[in-house]
C-alpha cells in the first residue's frame, strides 16, 4: 500500500517562498515517477512538476524558472521548492506517484494512480 504524505504548506506573501516535501511510505521511490499537482478554488487540478525515477523533470510553463522539483531517494522524500510566489499560486497541493508507464511529462492527473491528502498553499498579494 503506497502512502504520500505531504507538509510544508503556509502562507507568505507575494514574492516569498516555501519548500513543499512528501514522504513516501510502502513504495520503490527510486523505480516510478512522482509529481505536484495543484487544484484551487474552483478550478481543475494541474500539473505543477514532476521527476522520474531518472531525475529528468517537467514543469508547467506558470512556474518554469520559480519551482524547482527535486528528490532524496535515500529518504524516500519528493520536494516541491517554490520561490517568487505570486498569488496565482494558492492552491491546495497534491504530491502524487505512478507506478506503470505513462507520458508523465504531459502532467496529467488522470496518469497519476497514488495522492496525498494534500498541502494548502496561500499566497497573499
Known amino acids: 500500500q503506497v502512502q504520500l504524505v505531504e507538509s510544508g504548506g503556509g502562507s507568505v506573501q507575494s514574492g516569498g517562498s516555501l519548500r513543499l516535501s512528501c514522504a513516501a511510505y510502502g513504495y520503490t521511490y527510486s523505480t516510478y515517477c512522482m509529481g505536484w499537482f495543484r487544484q484551487a478554488p474552483g478550478k481543475e487540478r494541474e500539473g505543477v512538476a514532476a521527476?522520474?525515477?531518472?531525475?529528468?523533470?517537467s514543469y508547467a510553463d506558470s512556474v518554469k524558472g520559480r519551482f524547482t522539483i527535486s528528490q532524496d531517494n535515500a529518504k524516500n522524500t519528493l520536494y516541491l521548492q517554490m520561490n517568487s510566489l505570486k498569488p496565482e499560486d494558492t492552491a491546495m497541493y497534491y504530491c502524487?506517484?505512478?507506478?506503470?508507464?505513462?507520458?508523465?511529462?504531459?502532467?496529467?492527473?488522470?496518469?497519476?494512480?497514488?495522492w496525498g491528502q494534500g498541502t494548502q498553499v496561500t499566497v497573499s498579494s
Open positions: 502524487a506517484a505512478v507506478d506503470v508507464y505513462v507520458e508523465w511529462w504531459l502532467l496529467r492527473s488522470a496518469d497519476f494512480g497514488y
Open positions: 521527476i522520474d525515477s531518472d531525475g529528468m523533470t
